[in-house]
T-cell receptor, first 113, second 111 residues
Framework: DVKVTQSSRYLVKRTGEKVFLECVQD?????MFWYRQDPGLGLRLIYF???????EKGDIPEGYSVSREKKERFSLILESASTNQTSMYLC????????????FGSGTQLSVL | DAKTTQPNSMESNEEEPVHLPCNHS???????IHWYRQLPSQGPEYVIH???SNVNNRMASLAIAEDRKSSTLILHRATLRDAAVYYC????????????FGKGITLSVRP
């Protein structure tokens, strides 16, 4: 079975901490995505990457950065966590193409206190 | 990416068919229509996709309007396990392409 694995299901951090959310896929996908999901707002794209060391801003990149040093791993970094970054974070991956399916991880529920 | 619009929510009775609509009036000729669903406390999962013709699989059917400006996901007999958020998107996963989702339709199923 194809798999997108997010390192933590639940995470609690303090305001000002540096937070790393890790995502690993085993499908050799070129594209990887980070979304956040908040009640009533749907899925919002934070950053995406279409190749190793490449990254592009999504719709809400402020307060976040990303790293893609290896093809299978895409990390989301909160440089200084704030309470408004409390959210469900979802990672996804896909092949490059015009009609490729997305595969999602199970999500990380991050609480910033 | 071309935009899709969906109603916020729908309700259905168990074992009845459900028709979930999606409008995509700015769809281009090469855009595929994908549907995903998100069960509670899980990440979204792929349901079905199509280009022009209606499509069936074990999970659902997809009916695409002749002008391709709208589509309908059909669950033939809703079960309680079908209660989820359903997203309709027009994915372009080419290099350097954003892939955005809307809020989706929240489907409630009554026993």
């Amino acid at each position: 079975d194809v798999k997108v694995t997010q390192s933590s299901r639940y995470l609690v951090k303090r305001t000002g901490e540096k937070v790393f959310l890790e995502c690993v896929q085993d499908m050799d996908h070129e594209n990887m995505f980070w979304y956040r999901q908040d009640p009533g707002l749907g899925l919002r794209l934070i950053y995406f990457s279409y190749d190793v060391k490449m990254k592009e801003k999504g719709d809400i990149p402020e307060g976040y950065s990303v790293s893609r040093e290896k093809k299978e791993r895409f990390s989301l970094i909160l440089e200084s966590a704030s309470t408004n970054q409390t959210s469900m974070y979802l990672c996804a991956s896909s092949f490059t193409g015009h009609n490729e399916k997305l595969f999602f991880g199970s999500g990380t529920q991050l609480s910033v206190l | 990416d071309a935009k899709t619009t969906q109603p916020n929510s729908m309700e259905s009775n168990e074992e009845e068919p459900v028709h979930l609509p999606c409008n995509h009036s700015t769809i281009s000729g090469t855009d595929y229509i994908h549907w995903y669903r998100q069960l509670p406390s899980q990440g979204p999962e792929y349901v079905i996709h199509g280009l022009t013709s209606n499509v069936n699989n074990r999970m659902a059917s997809l009916a695409i309007a002749e002008d391709r400006k709208s589509s309908t996901l059909i669950l033939h007999r809703a079960t309680l396990r079908d209660a989820a958020v359903y997203y309709c998107i027009l994915p372009n996963t080419g290099a350097n392409s954003k892939l955005t989702f809307g809020k989706g339709i929240t489907l409630s199923v009554r026993p």
